[in-house]
């Protein structure tokens, strides 16, 4: 059985709560959030201990779900990393490419498995599309949708296109040799 912590139950994580309680062969052993009103919601919904230790979670369990804001991904990783955890971890992985190089050689280093929360791999329809021989020429991606306060303190490049961007790049084949994008500020 593999004990799982999940740190961060806002939005995203309880999803991320309710996926762990279906997958068998895994047991919840709990969940850090510093926020009491939320923390106190999940306790009573999930029937789930909360920790209010990061550290105790960690030793606790053997796969660390890291559902915070970015900006304390690298850490939460590093720290799971020296303690030989397995990770998952939301995108993206961190701000920088050096953070996430970082990860990535103490990650081999240590033996450790680490998945970024790349979830449009498994859409359906993409998975349709890798039975597919396709050899596009262009390529256009539109993402529209509803503004959510949720995820604005990383870019939406970050947040929602490198989704497109990922999915590009399992589709094609070759090398990128021109990339052109436009935007439109929605606040300001």
């Known amino acids: 059985m593999l004990k799982v912590g999940v740190f961060g139950v806002g939005h995203l994580g309880k999803f991320h709560l309710s996926n762990w309680k279906e997958i068998a062969g895994v047991k919840l052993v709990g969940f850090f959030d510093p926020?009491?009103?939320?923390?106190?919601?999940?306790?009573?919904?999930?029937?789930?201990?909360r920790y209010t230790d990061e550290e105790k979670l960690m030793d606790a369990c053997d796969i660390v779900d890291i559902v915070v804001p970015t900006q304390y991904h690298f850490d939460l990783c590093i720290s799971a990393i020296r303690k030989g955890k397995h990770i998952f971890v939301e995108k993206p992985l961190t701000y920088t490419i050096q953070q996430a190089k970082d990860i990535m050689s103490m990650v081999k280093e240590a033996g450790v498995k680490l998945q970024v929360g790349h979830v449009e791999r498994f859409n359906p329809a993409f998975l349709a599309?890798?039975?597919?021989?396709?050899k596009p020429m262009f390529i256009e991606v539109h993402r529209l949708a509803q503004f959510n306060p949720r995820g604005t303190e990383v870019s939406v490049i970050l947040d929602l296109m490198i989704h497109d961007i990922d999915i590009i790049l399992s589709i094609v084949k070759s090398t990128v040799k021109n990339i052109s994008?436009?935007?439109?500020?929605?606040?300001i």
């Not at 926020?35 to 306790?43: G, L």
């Not at 599309?129 to 396709?134: A, E, G, I, N, Y």
């Open 35 to 49: 926020n009491n009103e939320t923390a106190k919601q999940v306790a009573a919904d999930y029937d789930l201990k």
């Open 129 to 134: 599309l890798q039975k597919v021989d396709l």
């Open 181 to 187: 994008a436009s935007g439109v500020a929605v606040f």
